[in-house]
């Protein structure tokens, strides 16, 4: 699943997924809307926050 999708699945705004998760605003932003691919790092951060609904494989799709 995208983080768009789980985001939009889950009721959370860019901002309170950046907010609780350690992020900048502007950087999920662009991980939302596919104008950038998160660092490896961030990636394996976004699975396990998500327990797994958003993984690796879901940036390269």
């Known amino acids: 699943m995208k983080l768009?999708?789980?985001?939009k699945q889950n009721?959370?705004?860019v901002a309170k997924?950046?907010?609780?998760?350690?992020f900048k605003a502007?950087?999920?932003s662009a991980w939302v809307y596919t104008k950038r691919i998160p660092k490896a790092?961030?990636?394996?951060k976004?699975?396990?926050i998500t327990q797994g609904?958003?993984?690796v494989v879901d940036w390269y799709r």
């Open 4 to 7: 768009q999708q789980y985001l």
């Open 11 to 13: 009721r959370i705004s």
């Open 17 to 22: 997924f950046s907010k609780n998760n350690g």
């Open 26 to 28: 502007p950087s999920v």
């Open 41 to 44: 790092k961030n990636i394996q």
């Open 46 to 48: 976004i699975s396990q």
């Open 53 to 55: 609904s958003v993984t």
